[in-house]
């Protein structure tokens, strides 16, 4: 710490000492140029009486203005024009002071005191940055023992591209050489950028990455649609160069360089969504200072559910899990990175005991229950399994919840319920009716109906139940743990083949950060068991994911990596729904979230239908087991009728 300071001070005192030489370089200028070089002895005698006066004026508003911390390496125009306010507010208070101690003064000589000092400051700053940067310059082609640092074509001769190419001019560390820029607007054609030239439109980017030797191409658009995103990730598959994308400006804010924040496109980023926003005042309405407990917490989605809550400052966080190391390494992240100490609890949601037990310990407020049985193959074959956790599980959390007064339940549902033709699917929509008959219930006890609502809920003695239910129900998260890109992305590392279970095969697609904020808006609007439905934004076909990835990791489909279809698996389906076709749905006060028009559950026969299939589930008889889904859900079709063309998918736009 000691030398740091003795460093900057170190900085301070030179940067003094220069700009004294310059405060008097630039007076004694003044008087010399007023006076065509013929000082009179009297005009002598003035100058250095004012002498000292000049120094402590120029130096006094040059540290008002600055604090001597602006970085003259990296001097920016803003910077300059604090040193032009400085330099013009020294000029007026020396006016002030000269015209009070002397009297009458040379007024053309105040001028060319003020015009020369603010020049003298400013050529002091531009210099230092001249220098760095020409010796970036000449760090940069010799790096790579003489070589120049790795060649780079721009794309984009906006702001963005801007910042990237004056980063890599004064981060020679990084390696980067720009070599040119590429950019749709014909105005900028055959101009220079940083000294970088302008070399033409997009469309020749293969043919400028050969032309120059280019072994990096960096995208630096910001708002880039996805569309023409994909477009250029086509042209750089015909090259070797490798391609990267430039944040744009408000994700640049992080105090890192512009050349640290350049980082490889991700899949992502090729698809066809636009920015999730929320009501951050009302989620933090609902949540902060709320005992809230997750489950599945060691989840994909469970761990990013955690991740967001306790930025909204709750009192405690539950993270629930029955996996050991994944609740382990969700609690030592929440703790050593973002300095919060959550509650880990190892428990399986089957064990109504040991649920009940953390209920009374905890007491929590705020239920997420994001644990589910969710691997449609593994599924078919374990039906029982599905049962016990993803029905049976639900309803333990949900009884419970209503029994210890929690304020609000937020089942996390899938796009799989919706006329289900795998276990798993159906098993999360029997989970479903399972909070929407709680909820029916308790609003019929609001309502006074006491027999109608407790019909059935005998394991429940809360008098007057508080509990808000809803579920969300949404598609495929990316680089969910078992989720299909990261199982391409080994299989691509591996050297292929990538495997694809049909050509036309489609998926809604959400990233995780995304899809988990918009579960927590969701459950700010949780009134009475609904069914809420993300809008997951256009359907993505899976081959042409599939070649997405092989692109973005540096091969060519079906040259370096083959791709290999190997037929529908048990339970799946070529496309997915996110509603059935007798809930439509309304509108709520957020864009992306739509709630499902729900129909009055028979709570008597579900409760039946619920006792058959336990006991059904403990003697693991699979086929009565589907019998009984198939009684519970009349859509379930074990086996999926393929639509014909695109006419199956079910847009939310449509839908609404």
């Known amino acids: 710490m000691q030398k740091l300071v003795s460093s900057r001070a170190a900085k301070i005192a030179l940067k003094v000492t220069l700009e004294t030489i310059a405060f008097i370089a630039a007076s004694y200028l003044a008087f010399y140029l007023r006076f065509d070089g013929h000082i009179l002895k009297s005009n002598q005698a003035l100058w250095l009486d ?26 920016s125009m803003t910077d300059l024009a604090y040193v032009c306010a400085a330099s013009t507010s020294g000029s007026i208070v020396l006016w002030l002071a ?111 990455v050969r032309r120059h030797h280019v ?58 969504r636009t920015p999730v926003s929320v009501n951050m005042e009302g989620i933090a309405a609902y949540l902060t200072g709320e005992r809230v407990l997750v489950t599945g917490a060691g989840g994909s989605i469970g761990s990013e559910l955690c991740r967001q809550i306790i930025c909204l400052n709750p009192a405690s966080l539950i993270i629930l899990g029955q996996g050991e190391n994944s609740i382990f390494w969700t609690e030592h992240e929440l703790r050593s990175e973002h300095n919060f100490h959550a509650i880990p609890v190892i428990a399986d949601i089957k064990d109504r005991v040991k649920l009940e037990a953390v209920y009374q310990q905890y007491r929590p407020t705020v239920v997420f229950h994001a644990a589910a049985h969710k691997h449609v193959p593994l599924m078919e074959q374990n039906p029982e399994e599905a049962i016990k956790n993803n029905v049976f599980g639900t309803r ?14 937020v089942m996390i549902s899938t796009d799989k319920a919706v006329n289900p033709t795998s276990v798993m699917g159906t098993t999360k929509r029997v989970a479903e009716m399972v909070v929407q008959s709680l909820a029916q219930r308790i609003e019929a006890l609001r309502n006074g109906d006491r027999e109608g609502a407790m019909l059935q809920l005998n394991s429940i003695h809360a008098e007057h139940p508080i509990t808000r239910f809803a579920a969300v129900r949404f598609g495929n998260v990316l680089g969910s743990r078992g989720s299909v890109v990261p199982t391409m992305q080994r299989q691509i590392e591996k050297g292929g083949p990538v495997t694809v279970t049909h050509a036309e095969m489609v998926r809604f697609f959400m990233t995780i950060p995304e899809a988990v904020l918009l579960v927590i808006q969701a459950g700010s609007m949780s009134h009475n068991g609904e069914v809420f439905v993300l809008d997951m934004g256009k359907p ?22 083959p791709i290999k279809i190997t037929g529908i698996r048990p339970g799946e389906k070529l496309y997915e729904e996110v509603l059935t076709a007798e809930e439509g749905t309304n509108i709520t006060s957020h864009e992306k979230i739509f709630v499902a028009r729900s129909s009055s559950i028979d709570h008597a026969a579900l409760h039946l239908a619920l006792e058959r299939l336990e006991l059904l589930a403990q003697r693991g008889n699979a086929a009565a087991i589907r019998e009984t889904l198939h009684d519970i859900v009349p859509t379930y079709t074990p086996k999926a009728s393929p639509p014909t063309g695109m006419r199956g998918v079910t847009t939310l736009v449509a839908s609404s």
């Open 396 to 409: 333990n959390l949900a009884e419970l919840s209503i029994e210890y007064g929690v304020k609000r339940f």
């Open 50 to 75: 004012c002498l000292p006066l000049i120094i402590v004026v120029r130096l006094g508003c040059t540290w008002a203005f600055t604090r001597y911390r602006i970085a003259w390496r990296r001097v």
């Open 215 to 272: 072994e990096q191409v960096v995208v630096a658009i910001p708002a880039l649609p996805p569309a023409r995103l994909r477009e250029i990730v086509s042209m750089d598959e015909e090259t070797p160069a490798h391609l990267t994308i430039m944040p744009s400006l408000p994700q640049t804010l992080s105090g890192k360089t512009a050349t640290r924040l350049i980082r490889s496109i991700r899949v992502e980023d090729l698809l066809e």
């Open 540 to 561: 993505v076909k899976i081959m042409d994911l599939a070649r997405n990835l092989i692109r973005l990791s540096g091969f060519t489909p079906d040259k370096d990596i």
């Open 98 to 208: 000269v015209r009070a101690v002397h009297g009458a003064q040379p007024r053309g000589v105040l001028l060319l005191d003020w015009f020369l000092t603010m020049n003298f400051q400013v050529a002091l700053r531009v210099a230092v940055r001249v220098m760095v940067v020409g010796h970036n310059a000449w760090h940069l082609r010799r790096l790579v023992h003489g070589a120049p640092g790795k060649r780079v074509l721009v794309v984009g001769a906006g702001y963005t591209g801007y910042r990237a190419v004056r980063g890599m001019k004064e981060d020679p560390t990084a390696g980067l050489h720009p070599v040119g820029f590429l950019d749709d607007d014909p105005a900028k054609h055959n101009t220079r950028i940083q000294g970088v030239p302008v070399l033409g439109p997009i469309s020749r980017l293969a043919e400028m």
